[in-house]
T-cell receptor, first 117, second 113 residues
Framework: DSGVTQTPKHLITATGQRVTLRCSPR?????VYWYQQSLDQGLQFLIQ???????AKGNILERFSAQQFPDLHSELNLSSLELGDSALYFC????????????????FGAGSRLTVL | GESVGLHLPTLSVQEGDNSIINCAYSNSASDYFIWYKQESGKGPQFIIDIRSNMDKRQGQRVTVLLNKTVKHLSLQIAATQPGDSAVYFCAESKNTGFQKLVFGTGTRLLVSP
């Protein structure tokens, strides 16, 4: 157990629907990152939050949004789902927002597998 | 959970052999590199990291080599075991400002008993 908790583990939904993925970071970690892992694109960075504030954005679609709450858990909202959104979504956490040393390396959760039919 | 559904280069070795997994990184300004291991059904797990001011770093049974001239990174696993079977990713980062790791496409390591 990495200490990063993601729910749900599996989710099957239909095109056009909206889902919310939840992440609880490792105890003491202030920064949360979301990654998408699909068959043809590997691990793609979506967005990062630090202590409730958005810090960096990657290849996140406008249909997707995220937030980090005061208790530091984060949610990734995916709307108007398309078949191509089927993927594994990983949350990772780190103590700080700058990768400066190995002590600040990302710790990943087990992922949420989204299947859009 | 199947990150292993990716169409990845595969390295097949026998138990006890040494394995070498290679990675070409893209950004010459990257100054921090990490190797991750991803087993089926799990998220990526940190193995070892190296900063750009080093060319070699050793861990337990693993060694990372960095060649900045050709932007090449390698992970050497000594005495490979069946439990080492996984997908291995290198990741790079530029250590200024807000950080996001850029992951390579991964290599699948298959270890036969």
């Amino acid at each position: 157990d990495s200490g990063v908790t993601q729910t749900p583990k599996h989710l099957i939904t239909a095109t056009g629907q909206r889902v919310t993925l939840r992440c609880s970071p490792r105890s003491g970690d202030l920064s949360v990152y979301w990654y998408q892992q699909s068959l043809d694109q590997g691990l793609q960075f979506l967005i990062q939050y630090y202590n409730g504030e958005e810090r960096a954005k990657g290849n996140i679609l406008e249909r997707f949004s995220a937030q980090q709450f005061p208790d530091l858990h984060s949610e990734l909202n995916l709307s108007s789902l398309e078949l191509g959104d089927s993927a594994l979504y990983f949350c990772a956490s780190s103590p700080r927002w700058v990768i400066a040393t190995g002590a600040n390396v990302l710790t990943f959760g087990a992922g949420s597998r989204l299947t859009v039919l | 959970g199947e990150s292993v559904g990716l169409h990845l280069p595969t390295l097949s070795v026998q138990e006890g052999d040494n394995s070498i997994i290679n990675c070409a990184y893209s950004n010459s300004a990257s100054d921090y590199f990490i190797w991750y291991k991803q087993e089926s059904g799990k998220g990526p797990q940190f193995i070892i990291d190296i900063r750009s001011n080093m060319d070699k770093r050793q861990g337990q049974r693993v060694t990372v080599l960095l060649n900045k001239t050709v932007k090449h990174l390698s992970l050497q696993i000594a005495a490979t075991q069946p439990g080492d079977s996984a997908v291995y990713f290198c990741a790079e980062s530029k250590n200024t400002g807000f950080q996001k790791l850029v992951f390579g496409t991964g290599t699948r390591l298959l270890v036969s008993p």
